[in-house]
């Protein structure tokens, strides 16, 4: 069993969720749950539709800002894996092409 990294993939796939962050965060998800207010003022549906926007409006911009740092994670993933690649091939530069493993 094995796997394979590449670190290419990691900071690509960083990258497109980033932007895909960047394009979330300007979205009024909250905006049509207002509207209820506006079309119902003074009955208990206006308060609660006001408490629910709110609510959707904080919970919408925290889930930005964690989508965003898993974002930074892949692309440092990406970087990490590189550099480990990098020092692994200075730590056995001569000894993988003639390794044939125990005798």
């Known amino acids: 069993m094995s796997f394979a990294t590449v670190p290419d993939a990691l900071r690509a796939a960083g990258k497109a969720a980033a932007d895909q962050v960047g394009e979330l965060r300007g ?6 749950v207002g509207q209820v207010a506006t079309a119902m003022p003074g009955g208990n549906a206006a308060g609660a ?23 930074e994670g892949l692309t440092k993933a990406g970087d990490l894996y590189q550099q480990g ?3 692994a091939t200075g730590v056995f530069p001569s000894a993988a092409p003639g ?4 005798r």
């Open 27 to 32: 979205v009024d998800c909250a905006g049509s």
């Open 49 to 71: 539709a006001i408490r629910c926007g709110d609510s959707w409006k904080t919970t919408f911009a925290e889930w930005c800002t964690e989508a965003g740092r898993h974002a």
């Open 85 to 87: 690649d990098h020092a």
């Open 99 to 102: 390794n044939r493993g125990p």
